[in-house]
């Protein structure tokens, strides 16, 4: 599997150094459909921040007597089953689930692309032994994975944000692998190989800065997919505690009320829908930027 | 054919790494082996367990044994005899339950793949030939909007629409095919967004290769053109593709049995785990990983063919 | 341009392969015959007499000594039956023996029905029930622990006895357990192993099929209760009950159980099904680790007994699929303490009793404190039953309102026994089963007798020991039951553990199922050999 990405990806010569600055942000706002997401972006960011004083209700407070209403002027997205305030839960609901998407996605990039720049830079038998560990991880269905592992460190966001970095660490590993692989064969690398500077240099300065942004592309898209897998995590039953507002688990949770009280799901069903679609989008249009030859096709 | 032979032996050592990664993972899970299978198979989850039961379950499946050691019996066993042991809650060979189980989730895999195909070409192909036009942006909203909902939300609104208002289809079950349709419409539904989006790409650079634009204006029909020339250049990275999508198939069949009660190894691991039945979760992972890995094999052989570029050194 | 061709070559063998193996998928796994029940599960216009259960659990074994399989064929399909029956009020009553009685300290005797024959044709005597019981007690640890029998022995074709090693009180109570039902000997085959169910009961077994988990019983034309209404019962498994409950609305199965409490109203709504809400011998219950230092003081124990909202919880939590609790025991029970009364809320009560124990708010922050340490606790419960963990939220949420911070965590049963064995834990709430076997003993034993199995709040009272050990010796029932009602007393009165309510069961049914009547002593719930389907 690992020859053939290192071959596609040499073939497809990702190496566009110069897309980087400024041509990259008005790049950026040529396409509406990214100026779009990146406004949508803000704007979730910005709920989440200040979501503490924009929520109307304690996202905590129950409320038996007042249960699964629906929307109106005093709950404006109704209540769920405990009678919470449901638009309250989801603005703070914002914070947790932004949380673990950035912890999850920066651990892991940062961890699969040091262990994927070792691989690819020494070769040899480094290169074996990574190679077979990243396809230890990588043949391994990740909601399982995740599953056994949580089962191990118990949940909770920290738990969680571990257990799905473990899971996603090996595909920036795999990314990086064959981004270095065929940087290494690039005269400018090789003339700085041969100028005598260390290895850790020209990782630092010619290898990483032109390997990384597939890497990005794949991190961005992968935002959203780290939502998705804690909603289906919560749904096989190891979740969050009941008491954390976190979109994936209030789905979850809401997915018995389905027909008697439908907004449970929906407004937490919309927010991860509107997120990974937000996400899917900037990753697609930062790879465009960056590699207009891709063959990944458009996912918008 | 070196690479094949070495091809294999990586696979045997994964299959081996993974086998051990679950067995040590599972059992560093809190909670005695012996005391949850009790609790699983003889009396319920909430109510204690003695010594005497305690004692005997832990002799019968040597669960005294150090780890490592238990580890080595089950290896040893697996390959020796290719027995891979008894589960303990169903008491019956785990090869005979993965042979009971595995038909329903490759069914299950299998036609999320066909529609995969099936679907995810011929809208990629729609789109393509409607480029920028209202179906076109219609058609790309609704499959990025599809896979950004969480798998478990769309199979319960399918069941809603198709079954309890529409009355097409049975809520759950297993066995015929329209027991299948659900279930494989809802597993399916990213490969064929991620189908159609690789076809739709690869339809729109072939169609404007100037051998097309001198097809058109031969004035062949349209049908021709596609399924003569566009297609067949788009084919490699479609098989690509779709190949690679048997991963989140597997991946996504756990959720989609436990919602629609389809008797795969999706659930049955899921299952297992809670119960802490080890020969049952070795014996599905090892399923699940071998015909992960020997899919993404077959792509790869495929792949080198089609494209004479890729030489493996 | 040739690779191309192959491109479609190989594509078109992939399809080709995976349609054939789903349609021998398909066709291969099913007769002929269970293809034609599925469709008309489906299509529910069945002229026969045929009804389709949705049974809660997976159908993973139909031998009895495997986990739900005893309960399974005893219960649900009605195939086996037990030596003892139990009337609605939890006494027992004659099954398939007639009469029993104590001989001396350890044995029973036990008197069977002279005209039961096996499905099999073969007749039910001393000789089969003594098998059939050996067969239980050697399999199933727990049946052997409970039973304590040294021995069987045959006295006549129609009489047996049980040795016990130690005084057994509850031998009768034991045999009503669904996995002591009599099995006949051509259940196993030639070398010993268990092949099928050959019961006694109203339903003859016809087909299980372990691939899809669907197990098909028939009517027994010789049963000796005699006219069964049903033709055929298909039962199949539906652990999530989400589909349950969508299943019966698409008219799939015919009855079923316990769809989520929050749809119970909205279901009974619909034209055609109807749902019956009753209690179960089970309780939700929260035990307070009496080791830990606020809740050793039984006042503090009080004062959260009076905080927790039992009406509201059962109303709105459990959607009145089960009733707020008093004693262990349900009051339907004929040994249970009827002079007790759930406590109900009085958060005055609370802060007097809170007050008393030195546990004041002195900071202002809403939590009481005592000697500058804030009273805070955690809850630990689990997910394998839907109705707690929004009850554990439930209760931090009312007990907050009486200056107790409540932290409530949701846990594996793993994580969760081992922080039961360390020690390390506030508050557990759980669901146990008070009617294992129908004996008030047994329970009080392993709740509140110093030591007990289930005694997680780790109480002694030596007054309950005693008045448990002394009620074992008490033959006269009237007597024993006196003993019994005031450990209950006791236990009410010191709140070792919060009984909150009494978990509820949801039947949901066609309303062309007739003649169903619910049976309380079952474990889930017992298919009655009058139910019948008109149309």
Known sequence: ?300 | ?313 | MKNKRSTLMILLILLLTCAILITSGCTSTKGEETKQNNTSQYNNTTQSNTLVLGEMWEIKSIDIVDGDGGTLVCEKAAITETLVGANPDFSLKPGLATSWKQIDNNTWEFNLKNDVTFHDGTKMTAKEVKSSLENVIAKDSRVASMLKASSIDVVDDYTFRIKTSELNPIVPGVLHYPTTAIIGPSSFDKDGKYVKPVGTGPYKFDSFDEQSGILTVVRNENWWGGKVGLDKMIIKGIPDPNTRAMSIENGEVDFTADVPYSETDRINAIDGITVEKYKTPRDYKLELNLKHSPLDDIRVRQAMSYAIDRQDIAEHVLYNVGEPAAGPFLPTMVWANKNLKPYTRDLKKADELLKAAGWVDTNGDGIREKDGKPLKLNLMTYSQRPGLPPMAEAIAAQLKEAGISVETQVQEFGSLDERRKNGNWDLYLLAANVAMVPDPDYILTNWYMTGGADNGPGYSNPKVDSLIKDARKITDLNERYKKFNEVEAIVNEEQPMIIVAYYGCAIVKKDYVKGYVFDPTAHDYRINADMYIEK
């Open chain 2, 1 to 313: 054919m070196n690479y094949f032979v070495k091809r294999v032996g990586f696979m045997a050592i994964t299959v081996f790494a993974v086998c051990a990664l679950t067995f040590f993972l599972v059992n560093l899970i809190p909670g005695g082996t012996a005391e949850l299978i009790i609790k699983h198979t003889i009396v319920g989850i909430e109510d204690s367990v003695t010594k005497e039961q305690l004692e005997q379950i832990s002799s019968r499946y040597n669960l005294n044994d150090p780890l490592y050691l238990q580890f080595y019996t089950w290896v040893k066993k697996a390959i020796l005899t290719g027995d891979i042991g008894t589960s303990y809650v169903f008491k019956k060979p785990v090869l005979y339950l993965l042979a009971l189980r595995l038909p329903a989730t490759i069914q299950l895999a299998g036609a999320s793949m066909v529609l995969a195909a099936v679907a995810g070409i011929s809208l990629g192909i729609y789109s393509a030939l409607r480029e920028n036009q209202l179906s076109d942006h219609i058609l790309r909203v609704a499959t990025l909007f599809g896979v950004s909902m969480p798998g478990f939300w769309v199979a319960l609104i399918l069941i809603l629409i198709f079954s309890l208002k529409l009355k097409l289809v049975p809520v759950s079950g297993y066995g015929n095919l329209e027991n299948l349709f659900l279930p494989a419409v809802a597993l399916s539904l990213h490969s064929v967004a991620a189908v159609m989006r690789i076809t739709r790409t690869c339809m729109l650079e072939t169609m404007g290769q100037e051998y097309i634009m001198f097809a058109k204006s031969k004035g062949l029909p349209m049908w021709k053109i596609v399924s003569r020339h566009a297609l067949k250049n788009a084919m490699l990275p479609i098989v690509t593709v779709i190949g690679f999508q048997m991963g989140s198939l597997l991946g996504g069949a756990v959720v989609i049995e436990k919602i629609f009660a389809w008797p795969g190894i999706g659930s049955l691991l899921v299952d297992s785990i809670s119960a802490r039945d080890l020969p049952m979760i070795q014996g599905c992972v090892l399923a699940i990983v071998t015909m992960f890995l020997v899919v993404n094999f077959i792509v790869d052989i495929i792949y080198t063919h089609l494209d004479p570029r890729i030489r493996y050194g």
């Open chain 1, 1 to 300: 599997m690992d020859n053939i990405f290192a071959d596609k990806f040499r073939k497809e010569g990702l190496l566009l150094p110069e897309a980087y600055g400024s041509d990259f942000v008005k790049k950026v706002f040529q396409r509406k459909d990214m100026l779009f997401a990146l406004v949508a972006l803000l704007l979730f960011i910005g709920l989440a921040l200040f979501a503490p004083l924009i929520s109307p209700y304690n996202p905590n407070t129950i409320d038996l007597k007042n249960k699964n209403l629906s929307p109106s002027g005093e709950h404006l997205l109704g209540t769920d089953y405990l009678g919470r305030d449901l638009l309250s839960r989801i603005l703070i609901g914002a914070q947790t689930s932004l949380s673990i998407a950035f912890g999850v996605v920066l651990i892991s990039l940062l961890f699969g692309t040091v262990m994927g720049c070792a691989a690819g830079y020494y070769g040899g038998i480094v290169d074996e032994t990574l190679s077979r560990v990243i396809d230890i991880f990588l043949s391994f269905p990740g909601v399982i994975f995740a599953l056994t592992i949580l089962g191990v460190l118990g949940s909770g966001v920290f738990n969680l944000i571990l257990a799905l970095s473990i899971v996603q660490w090996a595909h920036y590993a795999r990314v990086m692998r064959g981004q270095v692989l065929s940087l290494k064969r690039q005269e400018f690398v090789l003339s700085a190989v041969t100028s005598g500077a260390g290895d850790f240099y020209i990782i630092r300065k010619h290898i990483v800065p032109n390997a990384i942004a597939p890497v990005l592309v794949l991190a961005t898209i992968d935002l959203g997919h780290v939502i998705l897998s804690i909603a289906t995590l919560s749904f096989l039953g190891i979740g969050l505690p009941a008491d954390i507002p976190e979109w994936g688990a209030m789905l979850s949770a809401g997915k018995e009320f389905m027909r008697t009280a439908p907004y449970q799901t929906i407004f937490p069903g919309l927010a991860i829908t509107f997120f990974v679609v937000i996400f899917s989008i900037l990753g697609d249009g930062i790879r465009d930027i960056l590699d207009p030859n891709h063959e990944g096709g458009e996912i918008y």
